[in-house]
């Protein structure tokens, strides 16, 4: 979106130096995790958020014609609706004028404010989150036939300022600060104020610079150079009513800030199109070229000043203090050296830059302060000033004695007296420092993996194509060598996450310095590493030789003991190989064939190097097939669910299991082995799981009205990334309303992949769905990695004896004493146990010894649809059929 009349380029021009700042401020901020920031359960509430929306464009405005209803937008606005848009919250739009949104605000008729400044006024009535938005500025515009170069020729104007703004307060102070008669006109819309100002019904108008720029250009005003009040922007709230939105937001900012694909940067990026490079250089000549008339300005009046007769003694002292004032209150170093490089005069800023009093550098020499590098560049330039009267502008590095380093943009240009003769040299120096290391940090962290320091997924693919190309022009075979931590959760399960990075900060060492010069390593992310080797040799039986060599090499410098914080950690890693003459792919082409090559080492048994061959790549032509098949049989309703019984002791069915199933047109029947994986990894297992749920509480609506079949109970699998969707619980939750459903006939079974990873947001939906009456039941147990102490914060009422335990409990001692185990569990925590793939009378008696009373495999039912097994239930009124074939 882009506010009408705008121009892109003004605007562009002075928003992005606000957005880099506001990313440096995200990079150094403490690292707050999201799941923390956000308060559980908020997303399911639906929640209505009243908002004040004021015309303050581009930041903020109403949009009346984007959507059907007037909505926010604007920067600030945008960024709203996608955190409300994330959250499931109702965006509720209130017009206002900018001091009646502020005491609605405060009375609570809304409940947030976007585009507020913090003041310690404003804090004692309205509540902030703690990461800023925006960063902002003030400025006063004009019509140009009005002189407003200081502040100090405010003096006998009119000035129009926006009625109990952050600017009228911080200008009335300092017109009070130095006496000034001016006339404040007071203002609700601040387009009005700028009308005014276009009309000359006042001089001036003080506003932010997002919205003066824009609204200058359009009235033809000027922007003068009275620039002041830098300002943090934050989304405010009613004292003691934000604790249900600002941790939300600053939750959402904090992670946003920190990704550079995030949706704050897209909505950034939609509203500016030039460079750093061109604001800054802009911005700072404005600035110098203005300090530069100021203070040539003040010479000649401090020269007049001195031809004055005795009885303007008086006027004289006053102007000269207001000059002083006007100097020290300049964000610059100034200064004046006279023919022998000798200071006479330095403002406030210079005197802060080295340390010192004014009185300890006026007479001295650079080689008082700086080192000798920085004095004879300094030397050359002051030189070409005073002796050959030039004007010299550029920018220069200044090292402090005590090795403090400033890099300055200065200009330095003579002074002369009435005959023409230069006396003495004035310098007016800009410090980028500050400015330096935003471009050095926003780099490291466009390029580089801020945990271990090497280059990021985006540099490495630019780097990839250049070696590709480098490639074609030589001939010179290259590879690409996927590296992967083996069971690296288990590190952060076990010791915590801190020597989790810790371990992978040493394996970057490790990687780095077993590297040529020609070599490039990087890390995709979480514990996988990259690696790109150039130049092996012309022929590719020789290349491939180094490789694999140079791979064992590696594989078995990172199995060594890694040190971590006074232990020692064994560690092993799957290696994954693509030759750049595998086939004519890009950068993402063969960064998958190395992924292939890697999974068939993981497969395989981890600790091992897999090169890619073209089996692999048929296999994953077969997954691209399987992939947009099932996205068809998603769309045109293809699946089915079938049913398997739950039976008791007495062959009783107490419940059904809901099983997926898929009869493509073109593949035939595809096990549910070959298609979930393909669904997990693709995302389509979110509208899968959907539509099984839908399934689901349509057959229990169908039941809940037989006298058998209403105690029925029917179970349905939940992938852990289905679990964690945001909008998981309310998908369940419509489902339960929209059939009149209580839910205690709903089982969801989980597995133990679901408790590895964010705990506590999984106990949060497991209560939240409990309330409604629906149970969980842990599947496959004995197979994943879950504790007792997760087993303890759950509220699970079943767990299920994985099928492989069952398979061999006759002739397996080590399968019966681990079936003991989970019976003990389960009777411990009072859970229910079920054991599945029970196939024969011998499994039954076997375990119903052990204490196993639930039961569910072929012996009494395969799956079938779910008409079938319907039918079957009420024809046996409630107990599975008597088996025919049984597994003796």
Request: glycine share 6%; aromatic share 8%; charged share 25%.
């Amino acid at each position: 979106m882009q506010y009408k009349g705008a121009s892109t380029t003004m605007y562009s021009k002075l928003t992005l130096f606000v957005l880099l700042v506001c990313t440096l401020l995200a990079s150094v901020l403490p690292a707050v995790s999201y799941a923390q920031a956000v308060s559980p359960g908020l997303a399911s509430e639906n929640r209505l958020v009243r908002v004040g929306v004021y015309e303050n464009p581009p930041k903020l405005f109403l949009d009346t014609e984007s959507q059907a209803e007037p909505a926010l937008g604007g920067i600030l606005g945008d960024v709203f609706h996608r955190i409300a848009a994330e959250e499931g919250w109702q965006v509720e739009v209130h017009p206002c004028q900018w001091n009646d949104c502020l005491l609605m605000l405060e009375s609570g008729e809304i409940d947030l404010m976007p585009d507020v400044a913090r003041s310690s006024e404003r804090e004692q009535v309205f509540d902030y989150h703690h990461t800023p938005a925006l960063l902002s500025w003030s400025q006063i515009f004009s019509t140009g036939e009005v002189s407003l170069a200081t502040p100090l020729d405010l003096d006998g104007h009119r000035i129009a300022v926006l009625r109990g703004s952050i600017q009228q307060s911080y200008l009335t102070n300092l017109a009070e600060s130095f006496e000034l008669d001016v006339d404040w006109v007071l203002f609700d819309d601040l387009s009005v104020a700028f009308d005014a100002v276009a009309e000359q019904l006042v001089d001036g108008v003080a506003s932010n610079h997002f919205f003066g720029q824009i609204e200058s250009v359009r009235r033809e005003l000027t922007a003068t150079t009275i620039i002041f009040l830098p300002s943090q922007l934050y989304y405010a709230a009613g004292e003691g009513r934000g604790e249900a939105l600002l941790p939300v937001i600053d939750g959402y900012l904090q992670q946003w800030r920190a990704d550079e694909n995030s949706p704050y940067y897209q909505i950034i990026n939609t509203w500016m199109a030039s460079s750093l490079g061109q604001r800054f250089t802009t911005l700072q000549w404005v600035v110098i070229s203005g300090l530069i008339i100021l203070l040539m300005i003040a010479t000649a009046v401090t020269i007049a000043q001195r031809l004055m007769v005795a009885d303007k003694s008086r006027q004289l002292a006053t102007s000269e203090e207001q000059l002083h004032t006007i100097l020290n209150s300049v964000e610059a170093y100034i200064y004046i050296k006279d023919k022998d490089f000798r200071y006479q005069y330095v403002n406030r800023k210079f005197c802060e830059m080295l340390g010192k009093p004014a009185s300890q550098i006026i007479g001295r020499t650079d080689n008082a302060f700086y080192d000798d590098a920085t004095c004879n560049r300094a030397r050359r330039s002051d030189s070409r000033v005073i002796n050959k009267g030039e004007r010299v502008a550029e920018e220069e590095a200044a090292v402090l004695l005590d090795q403090q380093s400033h890099t300055l943009i200065s200009v330095k240009l003579p002074l002369r007296d009435t005959e023409g003769q230069v006396y003495s040299l004035c310098g007016i120096s800009t410090d980028i420092t500050e400015d330096r290391q935003i471009r050095n940090q926003l780099h490291q962290l466009a390029y580089f993996d801020p945990l271990t320091g090497l280059p990021n997924r985006r540099l490495i693919l630019d780097r990839l194509r250049h070696a590709l190309e480098t490639h074609e022009k030589s001939g010179h075979e290259g590879a690409l060598l996927l590296v992967d931590l083996d069971n690296f959760k288990t590190v952060n399960d076990t010791q915590g996450h801190h020597r989790g990075d810790l371990l992978l900060q040493r394996v970057a060492r490790r990687i780095e310095r077993g590297l040529l010069s020609s070599d490039t390593a990087g890390r995709l992310g979480a514990d996988e590493f990259v690696i790109i080797i150039e130049d092996l040799a012309q022929n590719p039986a020789e290349a491939k030789v180094r490789v694999k060599e140079l791979a064992n090499a590696l594989r078995l410098q990172l199995n060594q003991p890694f040190e971590l914080q006074g232990g020692e950690y064994n560690n092993t890693v799957s290696i994954g190989v693509a030759m750049f003459t595998d086939a004519e792919w890009d950068g993402d082409g063969l960064l998958k064939a190395a992924d292939l090559a890697l999974q068939s080492a993981k497969i395989g048994g981890r600790n091992a190097i897999r090169f890619f061959d073209p089996d692999m790549q048929v296999e994953l032509n077969r997954r691209s097939t399987i992939e947009k098949a099932l996205r068809r049989a998603v769309n045109s309703n293809q699946l089915s669910l079938y049913l398997q019984p739950q039976v008791d002791i007495e062959r009783h069915i107490f419940g059904v299991e809901g099983l997926l199933r898929w009869e493509d047109p073109i593949l035939g029947f595809v096990p549910p082995s070959d298609f979930i994986p393909v669904a997990e990894a693709s995302g389509l297992i979110i509208p899968l799981g959907e539509w099984v749920i839908e399934q689901a509480c349509e057959i229990l609506a169908r039941w809940k009205h037989d006298p058998i079949l209403k105690s029925v109970k029917l179970s349905i699998n939940i992938s852990p990334r289905q679990f964690h969707h945001a909008e998981f619980v309310s998908v369940i939750e419509k489902q339960l309303e929209h059939h009149q459903l209580d839910g205690s006939k709903l089982e969801l079974e989980v597995t133990e992949s679901l408790l590895i990873e964010d705990i506590d947001i999984t106990v949060s939906r497991m209560k939240a769905l409990g309330k409604h009456g629906i149970q969980f039941a842990l599947d496959d147990f004995g197979t994943g990695y879950a504790s007792l102490g997760y087993l303890k914060q759950l509220p699970l009422a079943l767990l299920k004896i994985d099928q492989s335990f069952v398979k061999d409990l006759l002739t397996d001692n080590n399968d019966e004493a681990i079936v003991t185990t989970i019976l003990a569990l389960g009777s411990s925590l009072e859970l229910g146990v079920i054991a599945e793939g029970v196939e024969s009378r011998q499994q039954v008696s076997k375990l119903e010894s052990m204490g196993c009373h639930l039961f569910q495999g072929y012996l009494y039912g395969r799956p079938a649809p779910a008409e079938e097994w319907q039918r079957k239930i009420i024809d046996n009124k409630g107990f599975a059929p008597e088996p025919l074939n049984l597994k003796e």
